[in-house]
């Protein structure tokens, strides 16, 4: 079965301090991952992926994730928070050699920005 | 850019009434999905539907939902009979072919009184 884990459902840091948002997932054959965020009353919106090609990933809005198979994890950083990067952040799996083609979420983890 | 496009996006209900979710995919994309996301919680896989059909489906979603594409362009997600716990954010989002990615509509919310 695969699975997505993020730790820590709320995260703060300063304007201008790095953010690392964790995620772990559990699969026995690699993965496709991926991270959403959802701004306040919105859809969510594709941040990056990976697709077994490079394994550090880079995204939009200046978000990075680097895939570490032997940690089976997919953290996302930005080395400068902003204040605009408040939201709702989700990690997501899909397992491309089975039946199931959906995508598998995390739990989310809620950035806040302090001024 | 091409989007997901969702209506209603804000419907209230009364428990036991019947509601239909619409969602219109990108225009190439053959593979659909319904999400919902309870307030608060998780983004939770309902269903997906290929080739007119569901391939499939989540434990939530039970004999009380059903989807179709009734005119080869919107996607639908029927709730027969509304309870309570039914009120969330649906989210419809569609595939294209050779990607992994799925792209999310905004969302509807379903509030049951």
């Known amino acids: 079965a695969q699975s997505v884990t993020q730790l820590g459902s709320h995260v703060s840091v300063s304007e201008g301090a790095l953010v690392l948002l964790r995620c772990n997932y559990s699969?026995?054959?690699?993965?496709?991952l991926f991270w959403y965020v959802q701004y306040p009353n919105q859809g969510l919106q594709l941040l990056l992926k990976?697709?077994?090609?490079?394994?550090l990933v880079k995204g939009i809005n200046g978000f990075e994730a680097e895939f570490k198979k032997s940690e089976t994890s997919f953290h996302l950083t930005k080395p400068s928070a902003h204040m605009s990067d408040a939201a709702e952040y989700f990690c997501?799996?899909?397992?491309?050699?089975?039946?199931?083609?959906?995508?598998?979420f995390g739990s989310g983890t809620r950035l806040q920005v302090q001024p | 850019e091409p989007e997901v496009t969702q209506t209603p996006s804000h419907q209230v209900t009364q428990m036991g009434q019947e509601v239909i979710l619409r969602c219109v995919p990108i225009?190439?994309?053959?593979?659909f999905y319904w999400y919902r996301q309870i307030l608060g919680q998780k983004v939770e896989f309902l269903v997906s539907?290929?080739?007119?059909?569901?391939?499939?489906k989540s434990e939530i979603f039970d004999d009380q939902f059903s989807v179709e594409r009734p005119d080869g362009s919107n996607f639908t997600l029927k709730i027969r009979s509304t309870k309570l716990e039914d009120s969330a954010m649906y989210f419809c989002?569609?595939?294209?072919?050779?990607?992994?990615?799925?792209?999310f509509g905004e969302g509807s919310r379903l509030t049951v009184l």
């Open positions: 990976y697709t077994s090609a490079a394994t």
């Open positions: 225009s190439n994309h053959l593979y």
């Open positions: 997501a799996v899909r397992i491309m050699d089975t039946g199931r083609r959906a995508l598998t």
């Open positions: 539907f290929y080739n007119n059909e569901i391939s499939e």
């Open positions: 989002a569609t595939r294209g072919e050779n990607t992994g990615e799925l792209f």
């Open positions: 699969s026995s054959v690699p993965p496709y």
